[in-house]
């Protein structure tokens, strides 16, 4: 009898669960549906902003990000809870988009690498022939910068440097190689000024690894998120971080926020060469798909990610913001280069990694 | 099906029953809608006011659990951490992002105020030193502390993230790489930092009980030797009843920064909570409050610094990269670089100590030998050029074994002191305090062969004193004590039928510290006293 009932209830609680559930896929409008979403933590502003979560609910998502490290999401996150991996580069999305097995991929926007600094900083490596003026903007020349570094130079040992005389390596402040997209694109970069070309052969590797992998071992401790040491450029200045390696939308987002956080004293520099950090979305599951498309495609959501630095497919949004905020940003970036292959990159992090 | 029913009523009872003694797991409850569940660094505390506005603010109010950097970093390694909080908070996750079990628990972590770790010393010393007149480096300071210009105290690195952050610090300063730190740096600038270290007069398992007992010394209200300075935060430094000056490294600081972490195992209502929380700690008027009242540096750009904070642009030393690296470097502070210590353990073998007692006794004894594997474990182990005096007691006390811990090959002596440890055996009265005075005989022939050591008492005893002298005769002999025998830290440790109020009256007029071991395993206790000697 007692059991009779109890199977009763069971079935009458199942179906209540399938009704609601039919309800949420069905026609009702208010209902909107939750997609899951491990992004690069460069974008958490973006996916945050009212304005970005009105347009999604408009196409009825709920998107809900976690932020992580690029190369994070693509090793050790366990994506399995997730719609959506967002990382902020190609090599970590082709990954993903590998070992998920997923059809295809949505580049919707993209930044180049700068290194933020400071005022002082930037007269004295100027001095010291690291800072270069170039077309419209400043450069770091990332030659010079290896030259000094492969010596060992701390800034107390620049000749004639008396406003910043640290006791510690000159060296630019990067995120964890082993966590991290921004410093995979960091190694990129000096990797193919470090061989004088795109590494891509053993030889090669072998060959820069000695070079680049100072850069990161000299720094010690880094952090595994590019919001870190960004946030420390900010807050805690020049004593701690008098260079730091960014995406350039990370800095513009702050200019347009206008929240004073940028002070005059700021200064960006684009490393010649760079890399474009191209911020590609690797769809899990159909709900992840209608956020790429979306991200893609939505003229709104593009006006938007242009409002938080991002340059997007189509240029015009970000030119409209470099216009109507005053930036000093470059149109365009000359001395662009391309990351080496995946794997490529995967095994010099790997190396450097082992060293640690 | 009554009868099926039955057990499943007894359970319901029995869960209901042991919600009262909260689940060690869980020690702070289950999840709850609206509350963060933190493990927490215990210098956190002082936030409290803050985070009582914040719940009425947001509606996120926070319960802490408060633990040391290592065995929180272990915790969260060992998927602990994850049974009961949803979230972390230590002055730094430093340590914990470089060991990979823990790394990879970590989910987003919000940065919420800052505090270098400096050095404060009294403004006539400053002013001696010359020191208030220019910028000195480290380099300077360990030179002046070698030559005992000055004294300081400071936490134990293994214990407490301000000695830590000093460690690094003043390594990776003298080392004067300017790249971080390994083994074979540490070692090149061995000499420099154990003439740094020689000045350290004082250590303690937590930065509020280094500070308090500090004052107390100060004060003259604690037998123990006045110290002029304290290694610690800005902020904790900062807020001194006894004004400090500051001094700031020109070469460099280790600064802590706070971040509010949430583990990934969170919730969804937690991450919700920490995301509430952190924009509102963040919000400038809580960070301008959060400087007022904490003395802790603000993180966002739009809040000025006042004018408390002398340096402003303070360089941050490099920090190191790798586990093996930092835990290199506080094995070697331990076995090479500190004051070595003298420790006495005066311990209780009477008959009521039989069967589960005395066995945990043993095993505590026993863990300090290198028998426990644990990351705490390790670094609580008897150091190299440690010495360890067992003094056994029941209705008079036994013989004393001294050992001495020998620097490079610490095994042989550690396991001589094992043996010594399981062999224990528990029989007779319980004469505390004509025991403990007999331990003061060996002290003076230790002290008179080799004065300038760390020298502190642990006390363990579990019930009342049996024997014809009471503490009040030992408070007597106490007083009557030349000043470097007086001075001696007594810990004694509460456990079994402990008479508290008598341990308490020991602790005090001894400048020491009473530990509990009565809701945990004598094991931990002794670990945590390792932060003291």
Known sequence: MKRTLGIGLAVVLLVGVVTAIVLGQGGEPARLQTVRGVIGSEKLAFFADQRVKDVFAKHGLVVETDPAGSRQIATATDLDSYDFAFPSSAPAAEKIQRDRKAARTYAPFSSPMVVATFDPIADLLTKAGVVKPGPGYQTFDVQAYLELAAKGTRWDQLPGNTSYPARKNLLVTTTDPRDSNSAAMYLAITSFVANGGVVSSADAEARVLPAVSKLFLDQGYTQSSTEGPFEDYLSAGMGKTPLVLAYEAQFVDRVVRGDSSIRPDMKLLYPAPTVLSKHTLVPLRPNGDRVGELLQGDAELGKLAATFGFRTSDPQHFATVVKEKNLTVPQTIVDVVEPPAHETLERMLEAIAKQY | ?533
């Open chain 2, 1 to 533: 099906m009554i009868r099926r029913l039955l057990p499943a009523a007894a359970a319901l009872a029995l869960l209901a029953g042991c919600s009262d003694s909260p689940d060690p797991a869980r020690p702070v409850g289950d999840p709850t809608p609206g509350t963060l569940r933190v493990l927490a660094g215990s210098e956190l505390a002082d936030l409290q006011p803050i985070l009582d506005e914040a719940a009425n603010a947001t509606g996120v109010s926070v319960k802490f659990d408060f633990t040391g950097t290592i065995e929180g970093a272990e915790k969260v390694a060992s998927g602990e951490a994850e049974q009961g909080f949803d979230a972390v908070w230590f002055s730094s996750n430093r340590y914990l992002e470089l060991v990979p079990d823990a790394q990879k628990r970590l989910g987003t972590p919000t940065k919420v105020m800052s505090s270098p770790v400096v050095l404060g010393l009294p403004a006539a010393k400053v002013t001696e030193l010359g020191w208030d007149s220019k910028r000195v480096g480290w380099a300077e300071i360990a030179e002046a502390a070698g030559a005992q210009k000055f004294t300081y105290g400071m936490t134990d690195p293994s214990a407490s993230n301000s000695g830590f952050s000093a460690l690094v610090g003043v390594a990776a300063a003298l080392s004067g790489s300017g790249s971080a730190l390994d083994a074979a740096k540490v070692n090149a600038v061995a000499p420099q930092l154990k003439q740094f270290f020689s000045a350290q007069k004082l250590s303690a398992g937590s930065s509020g009980w280094l500070t308090e007992a500090f004052q107390r010394r100060a004060r003259g209200e604690d037998p123990g030797a006045r110290v002029d300075g304290l290694i610690n935060y800005e902020s904790v430094l900062l807020s001194s009843p006894e004004p400090l000056t500051l001094v700031y490294p020109s070469d460099g600081v280790v600064t802590a920064d706070y971040p509010l972490t949430l583990l990934t195992s969170a919730s969804g209502e937690a991450r919700e909570a920490h995301q509430k929380l952190s924009e509102h700690l963040k919000s400038p008027d809580v960070q301008r409050k959060i400087m007022e009242t904490t003395h802790r540096r603000p993180v966002v750009p739009q809040v000025q610094l006042d004018g408390k904070f002398a340096a402003k642009d303070l360089v941050e030393l490099p920090f190191p990269g790798s586990q093996s690296a930092v835990d290199g470097l506080i094995t070697t502070y331990f076995d090479q670089l500190r004051r070595p210590s003298r420790t006495l353990y005066v311990l209780d073998t009477s008959g009521s100590m039989q069967g589960d007692r005395i066995d945990g006794l043993r095993q505590a004894v026993t863990g300090l030998t290198g028998a426990d594997q644990s990351l705490a474990g390790r670094f609580s182990r008897f150091h190299g050029r440690e010495q360890v005096t067992l003094l056994p007691f029941s209705s008079s006390a036994r013989p004393a074994l001294k050992y001495e811990v020998p620097q490079d090959d610490p095994q042989p002596v550690l396991d001589q002191i094992r043996t010594t440890a399981t062999n224990l055996d528990a029989s007779g009265g319980t004469a505390i305090y004509s025991s403990l005075r007999g331990g003061y005989d060996v002290l003076r022939q230790q002290i008179d062969a080799d004065p300038d050591r760390f020298t502190s008492i642990v006390l363990m005893t579990d019930g009342e004193n049996t024997g014809s002298e009471d503490v009040t005769d030992f408070q007597l002999f106490h007083q009557g004590l030349p000043q470097d025998l007086k001075g001696i830290p007594i810990f004694p440790v509460l456990f079994g039928e402990s008479a508290t109020a008598e341990m308490e009256q020991v602790a005090k007029m001894s400048g020491g510290k009473v530990f509990d071991a009565r809701s945990r395993s004598l094991s931990a206790a002794f670990k945590e006293i390792r932060g003291y000697q």
